[in-house]
């Protein structure tokens, strides 16, 4: 019966009474994609268009999902992740199995604001840094302003031009798919962009490598060298002693062989 009770809290999301539930499988595709356009959702305002295409991606793989169910999942899911802050690492993979992932996403969004800091280092890199960090909560927030906005400006065009709902309607969906492009554009150039410094630097570390790799080798040349010139040493050393113990052994038999002829001389 637990294990029942924990299936069924991680399909469903806590006070959203909206169907079809949402299976584990369906969660963590939805996650992937959310991971993937982390970086634009922090850096654009116009989270109404990335959460289309959200949608469009979940409708990719299979799942009928709209905005406002995507938008509203990953709210529930933050809400949740920040609630097992203080539930040790077992009492989180029982009560959210999607720790990992919200995990994952929330420490890429951290790796990428200090690299950031660290490379830009001014008071631009600082605010965007910090618009990093914004919460699903505050991105809510902009939405629901930016709702507003809109409900308010096309309240008075109503008043101002009436009749003309048709045009102002395929306006609208124009303008939302040049923005869908604009959106897609900047995060394809963000991609290309990571890409390309990802690429230097690995670049950088494997001519590291081979700068480190043809000093090891000049450092073993010289050692290979040092240890024959110190062979060609010892040898010459040797043939030297060599030649002076022979000397010596010659001089050694001839004082013998005179020894020998004087005692003969004198018998």
């Given amino acids: ?87 040790e690492q077992e009492g989180m993979r029982l009560q959210f199995p999607f720790y990992n992932e919200l995990q994952t996403i929330f ?40 709702r507003e906005k809109g ?12 009749g003309s709902g048709s045009s102002s309607t395929h306006a609208s969906t124009g303008g939302n798919i040049n923005d869908l492009k604009e959106v897609l554009e900047e995060f394809m150039k963000q991609q290309m962009q990571m890409e390309m410094e990802w690429l230097k630097a690995f670049e950088a570390r494997e001519e590291e490598r081979k700068v480190r790799e043809m000093e090891w080798r000049q450092k073993m040349e010289a050692l290979e060298n040092e240890r024959v010139v110190n062979e060609r040493m010892w040898r ?17 038999d001839a004082l013998m062989t005179e020894l020998l002829n004087r005692l003969r001389r004198d018998g």
Avoid at 56 to 65: C, P, Q, V
Avoid at 123 to 141: A, F, P, T
């Fill in 236 to 252: 010459e050393r040797e043939e030297q002693r060599r030649v002076r113990e022979e000397a010596r052994a010659d001089r050694r």
């Fill in 107 to 146: 420490s890429a969004r951290m790796q990428r604001m200090l690299w950031m800091e660290a490379e830009g280092g001014a008071s631009g890199s600082k605010k965007r840094s910090s618009g990093m960090l914004l919460s699903s909560e505050d991105e809510e927030e902009n939405e629901e302003s930016d």
């Fill in 1 to 87: 019966m637990d294990s029942l009770h924990h299936r069924i809290a991680a399909n469903i999301d806590p006070g959203d009474g909206r169907f079809p539930q949402w299976s584990i499988q369906e969660t963590r595709d939805f996650l992937v994609i959310r991971a993937e356009l982390d970086q634009t959702f922090i850096e654009t305002k116009r989270n109404k268009v990335l959460w289309e295409v959200v949608a469009t991606k979940m409708k990719e793989r299979g799942y009928n999902r709209s905005t406002e169910q995507c938008k509203s999942k990953w709210k529930n899911l933050v809400t949740r992740y920040k609630g097992c802050e203080t539930m």
């Fill in 151 to 162: 409900n308010i400006g096309s309240k008075k065009k109503r008043k101002v031009t009436k």
